[in-house]
């Protein structure tokens, strides 16, 4: 089963925060600062995490370009519900808000990832 996991996002600090998460519960994590990075590095992953509201490639984007290749979760401070229905409508299969809960970002990973 793979257990590599991309988080997307220009926050080195969410970046880390999300990584001991996902390490915690013996997953392997690859990081990207924006879209442009993620899509560069989304091969050989089993899923994305991925926050909205970055610089040069937003989630939103990142998720229509990756167009179905991994399921994409979307973590971000953003709650509008016509941007989760644009996520949705790009093809992400999830959306948190930060701070996320660590027991909630684990319980979807496994859900999507196993």
């Known amino acids: 089963m793979n ?6 996002d220009d926050s ?11 390490e915690q519960g013996g997953y392997q994590v690859v990081e990207a600062n924006d879209g442009v990075e993620g899509l560069e590095r989304l ?12 610089p040069r490639m937003g989630g939103i984007e990142f998720a229509e370009k990756a167009a179905g290749a991994v399921p994409i979760v979307m973590l971000t401070t953003e709650g509008r519900a016509e941007l ?9 299969k999830g959306w948190m808000v930060k701070p996320f809960k660590p027991e909630q970002l684990l319980s979807a990973v496994k859900k999507i990832v196993g």
Do not use: E
């Open 3 to 8: 257990k590599r996991i991309l988080v997307v």
């Open 12 to 22: 080195p600090s969410v970046r880390q925060q999300v990584a001991m998460c996902l």
């Open 43 to 54: 091969g050989g992953c089993a899923m994305a995490i991925c926050d909205v509201n970055m």
């Open 84 to 92: 989760i229905a644009k996520a949705r409508a790009a093809g992400a």
